[in-house]
């Protein structure tokens, strides 16, 4: 049992399968396509550091899947890096992994929260580097793997080196924040926080309460914004765009002998890092797909969120009902409740349209966000699941000083000038299991029955 640094008591299986032997080489390459390893300040190379292999991509892309066979073949142990999965019952939105899965390869940083509990990027850092430590420890290989980009870039380059705030002020910020959100007053609280010194409160998502009080700590405790304290990832992009470093780009925007010999930074270890997706319209068809499926049998995200509902949670107002999927829901279930448990086929598939539309958008936002990693290779999802797995084994154990992509496995991560961009212009979701009035009468059967009854298992 480990105790991390936020407080959640993890418990963890092992394995007793023999350990891989300790190999010879390490690996001299952690960027794009073509790159070279960094060197730190004080020389010594990312080789010679612990392997950290990152496994991202957008919702439905298939990591999951990957990280676990990947898994088995390294004697690994998987780190959750999304931040619903954290999350004890939102087990159908998040795709978590099965009970199954999580016996077969031991999985960290799920179902360590209760619902109404919000949930950090500071904390996932503390917590992902502690279950780091003690999975490298015995003689394992972490696998992070998870979609959440912002949880992925402070694990790999660290965090900002803000001050804790003191007992005494984390209780003063308490207090001057608890009317406005008793109140539901976000906007009054978002001026209160911009008049005391932070401008960019004002950008937050709404409701988003525990980065509001957060700001206000900072606020109180240094006397300046969160923005004054500067993110190590921005040194090390600082770093990758200056004249001495040759960071060009071929036209299809995929990165070409990337070299970053000479960049000054210090990673704590030798990340392999991989970006799993498909093509656009091959992944908005099976993200489409897999909300139909999260939304069939009795037991799917409307189940999910009448709980959350039940629990007195409201939608949109914390870390959990926020979360795609989770949100469509419980605004439906609400209406349904208000309508005494009544909906039409209509609200039905509106609601549907609207949690596929929220998914695409997030989708597309992860790939926007990672285009911009330099760390990451990308990989065609469509390709033979065994290839991939063959391609990042051999990764981890290559003697080579740079790692290339094979044309076979690459993706390209730019649409300007392609086919794809103009098959995504004419783009229409198309559902396979709800399409007619009739194919949503068992729904609307469940909501009329049981999903505006409330059964509170805390």
Not at 216 to 234: A, C, H, M, N, Q
Not at 287 to 309: P, Q, Y
Request: glycine fraction near 6%.
């Amino acid at each position: 049992m480990v105790i991390i640094s936020s407080g959640v008591v993890l418990t963890r299986t092992f394995s007793s399968r023999l350990q891989p032997p300790r190999l010879l080489f390490r690996r001299r390459f952690c960027g794009g396509a073509n790159t070279a390893c960094s060197v730190s300040p004080n020389g010594k190379r990312n080789s010679e550091k612990e392997k950290v292999i990152v496994i991202s991509g957008p919702t439905g892309a298939g990591k999951s899947r990957l990280a676990l066979e990947l898994a088995k073949r390294l004697n690994g142990e998987i780190i959750s890096a999304d931040s619903v999965q954290v999350y004890k019952g939102l087990d159908v939105g998040s795709a978590k992994p099965s009970a199954r899965d999580r016996k077969e390869v031991p999985h960290h940083l799920i179902d360590i929260l209760h619902p109404s509990q919000d949930y950090s990027v500071g904390q996932f850092f503390e917590d992902g580097r502690e279950a780091t430590k003690d999975i490298l420890s015995r003689g394992r290989v972490p696998i992070v793997t998870g979609g959440t980009g912002l949880y992925l870039r402070w694990f790999i380059y660290g965090k900002p080196d803000v001050p804790k705030p003191s007992p005494e002020i984390v209780s003063e910020v308490h207090d001057m924040l608890i009317d406005f959100q008793t109140e539901y007053n976000w906007d009054g609280a978002v001026e209160f926080v911009v008049n005391a010194g932070d401008q960019k409160a004002s950008s937050l998502a709404r409701n988003d309460w525990y980065r509001l009080r957060r700001s206000l700590e900072i606020l109180k405790t240094t006397g300046s914004p969160p923005s004054s304290f500067r993110v190590p990832y921005d040194s090390f992009r600082d770093n990758l765009n200056s004249p001495d470093a040759n960071n060009d780009f071929d036209e299809n925007g995929s990165s070409a002998d990337i070299s970053i010999q000479n960049i000054k930074t210090d990673l704590d270890y030798d990340f392999l890092c991989f970006f799993l997706s498909s093509p656009r319209v091959d992944l908005y068809r099976s993200i489409d797909f897999r909300c139909e499926d999260m939304l069939s049998g009795a037991e799917g995200v409307l189940s999910e969120a009448r709980w959350l509902l039940d629990l007195g949670l409201l939608p949109n107002t914390s870390s959990a009902t926020r979360a795609i999927g989770y949100r469509q829901a419980m605004e439906y279930l609400s209406k349904c409740r208000q309508q005494g448990g009544v909906s039409s086929p209509g609200e039905f598939y509106w609601f549907l349209n609207k949690f596929q539309q929220a998914s695409r958008n997030f989708a597309k936002r992860q790939m926007t966000w990672f285009r911009c990693e330099p760390m990451y290779h990308w990989l065609n999802a469509s390709r033979p699941l065994d290839a991939i797995l063959e391609f990042i084994y051999d990764a981890y154990e290559n003697k080579s000083e740079t790692l290339v992509v094979p044309d076979t496995l690459r993706m390209n991560k730019d649409l300007r000038n392609s086919r794809e961009a103009n098959a995504l212009k004419g783009y229409r979701p198309r559902n396979r299991h709800f399409v007619g009035r009739e194919d949503c009468s068992s729904v609307l059967e469940w909501i009329s029955s049981e999903g505006c009854k409330s059964e509170v298992s805390v």
